[in-house]
């Protein structure tokens, strides 16, 4: 156990490992062919979530966690952050993001309401309006974060040079710009889950 769990790759093929465990018995016991539609449908989807919590679970630490942690930490102990911590923090958090709305637009694609939930429901009733609702909140997140914070994370924490004032803009930037996904997180993931649980028409709806 301890060789599984002491080794962080060994825990990630432990996982692996367990979940194709699941995919046998959710296989063996859900209606519907393997491999078919619904089958891809349902492995996208799952990689979507787990996507989604890597990137949302790492927002929350940078909000809840580190930015308002960082004034007590004394100024010789910084680095250890804005060295080490948020720069692996960081490159999760920006790749994680790239595969939530990837995965997210084929999950959108499969169920074929994607240039419906890009048109908000106005093209289909509103069968597809919370998720287009969510999929913009989720797009406009993704786009900060990798055209906002990640540009401005380089400049403030020393991986592109800049002077100090550029430095000092360049954190408080992508500390607002962190915040309002964070606030934005709220009412997307409302829309992710409202799509397929509040009644509306879609996969499985
Ligand atoms: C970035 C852009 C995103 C896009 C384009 C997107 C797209 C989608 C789509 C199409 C669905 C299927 C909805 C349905 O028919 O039930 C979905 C569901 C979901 N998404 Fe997203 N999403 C995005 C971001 C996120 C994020 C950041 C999270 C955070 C965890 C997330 C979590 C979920 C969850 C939990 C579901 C529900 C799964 C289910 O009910 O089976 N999504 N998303």
Same mark, same amino acid.
């Given at each position: 156990? /301890?060789?599984?769990?002491?080794?962080? %790759?060994?825990? &990630?093929?432990?996982?692996?490992?367990? +979940? =194709?465990?699941?995919?046998? !018995?959710?296989?063996?016991?859900?209606?519907?062919?393997?491999?078919?539609?619904?089958?891809?449908?349902?492995?996208?989807?799952?990689?979507?979530?787990?996507?989604?919590?890597?990137?949302?679970?790492?927002?929350?630490?940078f909000?809840?966690?580190q930015?308002?942690?960082?004034?007590?930490?004394?100024?010789?102990?910084?680095?250890?952050i804005g060295k080490v911590i948020a720069p692996a923090a960081l490159?999760?958090?920006?790749?994680? /993001?790239?595969?939530?709305?990837?995965? %997210?637009?084929? &999950?959108?694609?499969?169920?074929?309401? +994607? =240039?419906?939930?890009?048109? !908000?429901?106005?093209?289909?009733?509103?069968?597809?309006?919370?998720?287009?609702?969510?999929?913009?909140?989720?797009?406009?997140?993704?786009?900060?974060?990798?055209?906002?914070?990640?540009?401005?994370q380089?400049?403030a924490l020393?991986?592109?040079?800049?002077?100090?004032?550029?430095?000092?803009?360049?954190?408080?930037?992508?500390?607002?710009?962190?915040?309002?996904?964070?606030?934005?997180?709220?009412?997307?993931?409302?829309?992710?889950?409202?799509?397929?649980?509040? %009644?509306?028409?879609?996969?499985?709806?």
């Open positions: 156990m /301890a060789a599984i769990l002491t080794k962080l %790759g060994n825990t &990630v093929i432990a996982g692996i490992v367990a +979940l =194709v465990v699941m995919f046998v !018995i959710v296989g063996a016991t859900a209606g519907g062919g393997a491999f078919d539609h619904s089958w891809w449908n349902f492995l996208f989807r799952y990689l979507h979530v787990l996507s989604g919590v890597m990137w949302i679970g790492l927002l929350y630490y909000n809840f966690v930015i308002p942690n960082m004034p007590n930490i004394p100024d010789e102990q910084k680095p250890a490159f999760w958090f920006r790749w994680a /993001a790239m595969s939530t709305i990837v995965t %997210g637009l084929i &999950v959108a694609l499969m169920n074929g309401y +994607l =240039v419906d939930a890009i048109a !908000i429901g106005f093209t289909d009733g509103g069968n597809s309006t919370p998720i287009g609702i969510g999929m913009w909140l989720g797009a406009i997140m993704w786009f900060n974060v990798w055209f906002v914070i990640w540009p401005n380089k400049r020393g991986i592109v040079e800049a002077d100090a004032d550029s430095k000092a803009k360049s954190a408080r930037t992508a500390m607002l710009f962190s915040r309002t996904n964070t606030l934005l997180s709220v009412p997307m993931l409302f829309c992710m889950v409202a799509q397929q649980n509040a %009644g509306f028409v879609g996969f499985g709806g």
